[in-house]
């Protein structure tokens, strides 16, 4: 059955294939369907939306990408197995928007946030000059319905923030604070991806000293090719899941 809630939603300023993402997405997370289950045909929801069939097809990639669905060609695609938090490895954006997308609800815990001097690492990163260059030292724990799904550590320049910025200004997801405030918005990021066991990663020592996370550490860039924000993100394995679509070069 197709939601004609949702039909009355596609009126949006977003693009067609995006509106309809998010609305299967919410109707995902209501467990309109289980893990295993069939989606509508693509013939299905373009009647069901009237949509084009591409408008479609581009809709459930951008759920596939997010780990969301599984297309198996010829059969249709299927609700993926049950899992907290899916994000496609491709994408960028928050953690909090991530965890938001599927459902749940995101909060923080800071362990701190602070401006401090750069160091010399950071000078060269940032391509930071002058004694008095500072960075924006973030240490918080991530939480999806109040379960910690990552320990995130980010250090960002002083120049991305406002002349008056003070670090309890900040109180949520860091790209969403630089939009609302005219600073850098990330267009891509450089990333590198390890599986780590660390006994100082959970800092409040939530986890055991074996604990496996997936570390995704990243250097962020914005519209202007200006490195702007330096994350490593300790992802709880088996909370916070990350998939990676491949597809066949064109022949």
Known sequence: ???????????ERKALPTQLADDLRERLSQLEWRPGDQLPTEAELV????????????????????????????RGSFVAGDSMIRAGMQELSSITSTIRDMGHEPKMIYHHRYLRPATETERETFDLSGPDAEVLDIQR???????????????????A????????????????????????IPLRALAHVHAVAHPDVAWDEDFAADQLF??????????????????????????????????????
């Open 1 to 11: 059955m197709i939601s004609t809630e949702g039909m009355h939603r596609l009126g």
């Open 47 to 74: 009647a069901g939306y009237g949509v084009s069939r591409a408008t479609v097809r581009q809709a459930l990639k951008t759920l596939e990408s997010q780990g969301l669905i599984i297309t198996r060609r010829g």
């Open 141 to 159: 724990k991530i939480l999806a319905d109040d379960v910690t799904v990552c320990y995130s550590y980010d250090v960002l320049p002083r120049w």
């Open 161 to 184: 923030f406002p002349p008056d910025f003070v670090a309890e200004d900040l109180t949520g997801s860091v790209f969403a604070f630089l939009a609302e405030h005219d600073g850098p």
């Open 214 to 251: 997936v570390l995704l550490d990243q250097l962020h860039y914005d519209e202007q090719a200006r490195p702007f924000m330096h994350t490593t993100s300790y992802f709880i394995e088996g909370r916070f899941n990350f998939t990676v679509v491949r597809t066949a070069p064109n022949r």
